[in-house]
């Protein structure tokens, strides 16, 4: 089946969601954000599935992050885009079933915030992490009210100021991925843990979710909606999101 521009399948118990615009990288593009939204909500929906495995199609990226192809700078779009990509972003956390993050390759910016908000990354031993948005003048908006309490103050400081691309290794040492896995077998491994989990008591599952991750989505992403516009409309952004599409330096005024 087709949900925008991801492929959803169950097999047995579990919910496969593939991510499918490898030519852009899968990049987050209306019709990969659509998928994402409807893929999970058909997941909350269906009680014969108890888990959700999210990965790439292609051997290069999982998400390389947000499609800036066309963006607009005034505040109202800005606000407008904050939303609805952290509604996107979240969704795997505010799923109420386990999800499963098979990262396959790159998974930078707006795609390792949706593998860091699923409740386990399996990564192959190609994938590579990033928060690379200071590149643009910017920085993450879901990423940030996450990071310190998973990986320490200093090294979610040093990620986001720095943008620096991790390998699936290091990304496992800072707790962030679950394990690291043969490329060829990730999609194997992936579903064998989640035949595991799918085998427990559904509800206790459920509930082990959400105990672990009650007060999340709350004020913090609301700041982040509200607050992260304004970095948007400064011209060190406007600078850096066109050096992006233009695949040049950019210049930063300060």
Known sequence: MRLGSVNYETRGKIAILTLDEPNKLNAL????????LEGLKRVDADDAIRVAILTGNGEKAFCAGADISGFQFD???????????????????????????????????????????????IASDRAQFAVPEIKLGLLPGFAIVRLAEMVGRAKAKEMSILGDPMSAEEACRLGLVLRVVPHERLLAEAMEFAERIASKPRLAVQMAKSFY????????????????PLLFMHDDAREGIAAFREKRKPKFKD
């Open 75 to 121: 505040p109202e779009t800005v606000r407008k885009f904050m939303k609805t990509a952290l509604d996107v972003l979240a969704a795997p956390e505010n799923c109420g079933k386990p999800v499963i993050s098979a990262v396959n390759g790159i998974a930078f910016g707006g795609g390792f915030e949706i593998a860091i908000a699923s409740d386990f990354i």
């Open 29 to 36: 593009s209306s019709g990969i954000r659509e998928g994402i």
């Open 213 to 228: 991750n009650r007060g999340l989505g709350g004020d913090e992403i609301r700041h982040a909606i509200d607050g992260f």
